[in-house]
């Protein structure tokens, strides 16, 4: 199996212990992360051949973070150094009815000011047949949204498949540009698409009809078929498009699921009760990464390929921290039907 390459910013995640408030702090913990960093980690951690590429400035910080990709056994060789500083994130954990909460510190961070020509990307595509985007990095600034079409458009003319999470967010287009004036550009390079209904409504106006996805537990996936079918009419390189269905009871609990659509079936996966939730950011990134993993490993079978992908990011909801770090036999165990939890000796 050829090597898988993903590109976006990794940041310093900074939380009050617990479960505090930010008011309550007085001292931070410490974890690097981003979507497209967690990504890589849990590809890495099933066993497979990845390279993250972004931009580190040139100082501690920086290095911690290119320690904790090397530390999860994930390829470096191209990130580029240079810059100002390290992204931050905050992030106050809820609990129960009080949800949690993002503040983000990345302004004139290294990767916002990365440029188009500052990756080789034919170089990072040598032996490469994967690269993984998502909508994060070209909300940061117009330099990054350019440095990511030029990465599709080389792994287009490479024939290296191409996949996005369009993860949309609403704090960070700052900088003179709707979502809907850059993405779908992006888009229609990427044979694979993932992204809930809140991507699809914020950056191409696509919503779900007949059903309410903002509150409560239950999330019928058949309400999404005319979403997914309406992004691969948009986009029609697409061959498979996905939505991940999480009902949210409280910030403790939450149901989770997904369904994909391969332009003839839609494909269901079973639903999970996460009762008991520990740290839930990452869990969109753990599913795109069993994902790729299920679409690479599973020999076509697109059911489960998907089946994975929800059990992997179940498991990341028991797991402190941005990224998942569940092997492939915790995911087939789960899958199996265990779900005891009981030690393992």
């Given at each position: 199996m050829k090597k898988i390459v993903t590109f976006g910013e990794i940041?310093?995640?900074l939380s009050p212990p617990g479960w505090a408030r930010f008011s309550q702090a007085n001292s931070f913990d410490v974890v690097y992360g981003g979507g497209e960093s967690n990504v890589a980690v849990s590809l890495a951690n099933y066993g497979l051949n990845v390279d993250f590429v972004t931009r580190l400035p040139a100082n501690d910080i920086g290095d911690c973070a290119l320690m904790e990709m090397r530390k999860r056994n994930v390829g470096t060789n191209h990130i580029v150094r240079g810059g100002e500083r390290l992204g931050i994130y905050f992030l106050e954990t809820g609990a129960v009815s009080r949800g949690s909460k993002v503040v983000y510190d990345r302004t004139h961070s290294a990767m916002s000011t990365i440029q188009k020509g500052m990756v080789d990307w034919q170089s990072v595509f040598k032996d490469a047949d994967w690269f993984h985007w998502t909508?994060?990095?070209p909300a940061i600034s117009q330099g990054a949204a350019d440095a990511c079409l030029e990465a599709i458009q080389m792994a287009n003319k490479l024939g290296v498949t191409v996949s996005t999470d369009l993860n949309y967010r609403k704090k960070l287009w700052k900088y003179g540009k709707e979502p809907g004036d850059v993405m779908p550009e992006l888009v229609a390079g990427c044979d694979i698409i993932l992204?809930?209904?809140?991507d699809a409504e914020k950056h191409f106006g696509l919503h779900p009809?007949?059903?309410d996805v903002t509150h409560g537990g239950s999330v019928d996936g058949e309400a999404y078929l005319s979403v997914l079918k309406q992004l691969m009419e948009m986009f029609p390189r697409a061959k498979k498009v996905i939505t991940t269905l999480r009902g949210s009871i409280?910030?403790?609990h939450n149901t989770w699921s997904g369904v994909l659509y391969d332009g003839k079936k839609l494909f269901k996966a079973p639903t999970y009760q996460i009762t008991h939730i520990v740290d839930r950011v990452g869990g969109g990134d753990s599913f795109m990464g069993g994902l790729i993993y299920g679409l690479l490993t599973s020999g076509g079978d697109d059911q489960k390929a998907l089946n994975f992908a929800v059990a992997a990011s179940c498991l990341k909801h028991t797991i402190q921290?941005?990224?998942n770090l569940s092997t492939v036999e915790e995911v087939e165990k789960l899958l199996s039907g265990d779900?005891?939890?009981?030690v393992s000796r």
């Open positions: 940041m310093l995640r909508g994060i990095t992204g809930n209904e809140e009809e007949g059903v409280s910030a403790s921290g941005d990224a779900a005891s939890g009981r």
